[in-house]
């Protein structure tokens, strides 16, 4: 790696709180490990902690929290499934390669083997576990999705994967009541040690959970596990819950933001109409995967000619056609035509999809359904290394919080809850050995403030409009301008207010790397430089908070595509 190239935001860039403004914590607590979160990452970490500290005889005590209930993060709506080198004539090898072209030279080459090598252990512990996937005749089954070169995504209860895996968790954690869970808390911010280690957290409890109110809980080390930004855009496949949270609470703790500009956008989301808010029905990638097509308004098959995969090509390649069709159109979607799989089909192996489209009106074996790309996943966030350790001491970072750099500049289709899974299994088997002291937090000097929580809206309509699937310089430095105007706006402390002022943080961090980034790779799309150039941007933004303002530092690494790395 060559020398950082240090930047700073353009002088638009907002001035953002540098702690969130709250109450004085009104009880106090001590646990040894924080899970903040409550998907695959979360309690995968927290149960095979629970279970690592058992076999050493060690009596840790870990605290789950979520701020809605257990089930009601992104893993639950998770419908294709899990990638995993599981199948006859599958190998890791092939499932790295798939994982590096997707992620169009911009992956990390060591974690990447990390995750095809580990995977399919880590599927089969789940299974163990009580997670339930389709099988045939005894046998896993497994489908394709985008950019996967064999069949290798397990599923379950057809296209309810996320639900089945979530539901096995749940009753897990359930079962080790030795491991505290607080829901409906809102975790504030990171205490910091006078030597500048985390040992605690601010939390606001909403009325619901077994403490009410702004508390602190001392700790020994927090393993964020939130789950990713969604809500920063007015459309997106995400549940109200992806607020950036984990994001925010990371940076205002001095961690390093990575790869924030390669935000996701699903192609195949089914369009509601113009004033559609909020989260959107996914149509999963598998429905293609199992023979469905793309058709514009007059029926022309407009995926092939444009990939070896044509409509199964990586996801980014697949909503940047749809976005030009719906261009050259002037048309507000797509359609998928998946008519010819049959009802019979449909009702087997789409359950879900089919009962959220007849819900919208649509019967997918009798009609086409319309889509169009919608935000689905953030690939980067808090920089950690193999082991999921940020840069800050103390703070863990796992699922689509963290950028552990398996997923480049775009995800591979079903690699995201294979990472969770890792990643969080490799947290577990350090943690015990890297807890620090229990330490008082250290004088906090930094200036509180929180944004009005009205700001929501409108910062999700300029993020949409200036940072989604095509950008440009003009459009992006519109954006940073706006959102330096909404960081002006200041709120009353509340949840609201919280999860705005998060979004907002969050949103100047991804414009700014966005503008930043001069070329096209991946998931980022620049109209204005349509190239991908590893001459200049192979490599990485690294966002940081320092004294309130957003500050870049770019630093150069070769290209990983796969070609030269086997
Ligand atoms: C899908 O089912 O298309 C989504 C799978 C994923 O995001 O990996």
Redesign the pocket.
Known sequence: MTDSLDRTTPSSSAELPARLAAGAPGWNSKVDVIVIGSGIAGLTAALRLHEGLKSRREAGTILVVTKDVLSAGSTQW????IAAALGPGDTPEQHERDTLVAGAGACDLEAVRVLVNEGPEAVRELIALGANFDHHDGVLSLTR?GGHHRDRIAHAGG?ATGAEIQRALVAAIRAAPEIEVIEHALAVDLLKSADGRVCGITLHVMGEGQRDGVGAVQCRAVVLASGGLGQVFSQTTNPAVSTGDGMAIALRAGAVLRDLEFVQF?P?VMYLGPDSRGQQP?I???VRGEGAFLVDFEGNRFMQGQHELADLAPRDVVAKAITRRMHETSHPHMWLDARHLGAEFWEHRFPTILATARAHGIDPATQLIPVAPAC??ASGGVLTDLWGRSTVPGLYATGEVSCTGVHGAN?L?????LEGLVFSRRIADVLPDELGPYADPGPDEREPGVVDAEIRTPLQAVMTERVGVLRSATGLDVALTELAALAGKQGEIGTAAWESTNLLMISAALAAAAKGREETRGSHWREDFPERNDDQWAGHFDVTLVDGRLQLAFSPSPATDGEDDQ
């Open positions: 998770a419908q294709g499934g999705e296209d699903h195949t996914l999963s990638e598998a689905h996943y995800r289709a079903s690699n995201s809850l």
